[in-house]
């Protein structure tokens, strides 16, 4: 069975950075397309960022400039580098593979952010 695992989470004061990664071990996603989501406590889980197999990416307006989505090599199928992170941004972090026929899901990593 596909899976996708999170890891880069963490905790930081405002400002600071992260970069997470999310690794698929025995599967390639290149035919998918990837995508950052997140979900805040007691909120929805809503997309942050996503990229194409053609490489169009996309994010929300509140992360332009300050994230940047790219596809990894080897394991690693996708990386979310997170920069000037500001509190509205703690969320459990989900990497997700958004396939023809299937839509895949890693079971999250924290990230959090304090003034």
């Known amino acids: 069975q596909a899976q996708l695992m999170e890891s880069g989470g963490g905790s930081v004061q405002a400002g600071g950075s992260l970069k997470l990664s999310c690794a698929s071990p025995?599967?390639?996603?290149?035919?998918?397309?990837m995508g950052w989501y997140r979900q805040p406590p007691g909120k929805e889980r809503s997309l942050v960022a996503k990229i194409t197999k053609d490489g169009d990416i996309t994010y929300i307006s509140s992360v332009k400039g300050r994230f940047t989505i790219s596809r990894g090599s080897g394991r690693i199928e996708l990386i979310l580098e997170m920069n000037n992170l500001k509190t509205e941004d703690t969320a459990e972090y989900y990497c997700?593979?958004?396939?023809?026929?299937?839509?895949?899901w890693g079971q999250g990593t924290q990230v959090t952010v304090s003034s």
């Open positions: 025995g599967w390639n996603f290149h035919l998918c397309t």
């Open positions: 997700a593979a958004l396939c023809p026929i299937e839509t895949y």
